[in-house]
Nanobody, 122 residues
Framework: QVRLVESGGGSVQAGGSLRLSCAAS?????MAWFRQAPGKEREGIAY???????LRSYSMKGRVTVSRDNAKNTLYLQMNSLKPEDTATYYC???????????????????WGQGTQVTVSS
């Protein structure tokens, strides 16, 4: 069992930046960031394996950087040039089996954090 705890969310103005963190209670091979806006489906944002391989969604590509510190079992998401439409609850997730072909599929992840709110005002 792995516990995930996100932090770093908050309120920013459009064009601003935020760095989200996700602390894991144990080692994880594949992790990802998702987000969910009110009334919308959960959307995969970025994915990273312990090898450093990363994948990102088209919707935020160029504005996000996913990274991890394997020694600290911590996942990060640096978000820049934030837009009001980026307002959502952001979740980190961990998978026991790496499936990069399906990285943005919720069902491939076993563990989820409680989420951290990001609000971007215009």
């Amino acid at each position: 069992q792995v516990r995930l705890v996100e932090s770093g969310g908050g309120s920013v103005q459009a064009g601003g930046s935020l760095r989200l963190s996700c602390a894991a209670s144990g080692y994880t091979y594949c992790m990802a960031w998702f987000r969910q806006a009110p009334g919308k489906e959960r959307e995969g944002i970025a994915y990273i394996e312990d090898s450093g391989t990363t994948l990102r969604s088209y919707s935020m590509k160029g504005r996000v950087t996913v990274s991890r510190d394997n020694a600290k079992n911590t996942l990060y998401l640096q978000m820049n040039s934030l837009k009001p439409e980026d307002t959502a609850t952001y979740y980190c997730a961990a998978a026991t089996i790496c499936r990069p072909d399906f990285w943005s599929t919720e069902g491939k992840y076993t563990y989820w954090g409680q989420g951290t709110q990001v609000t971007v005002s215009s």
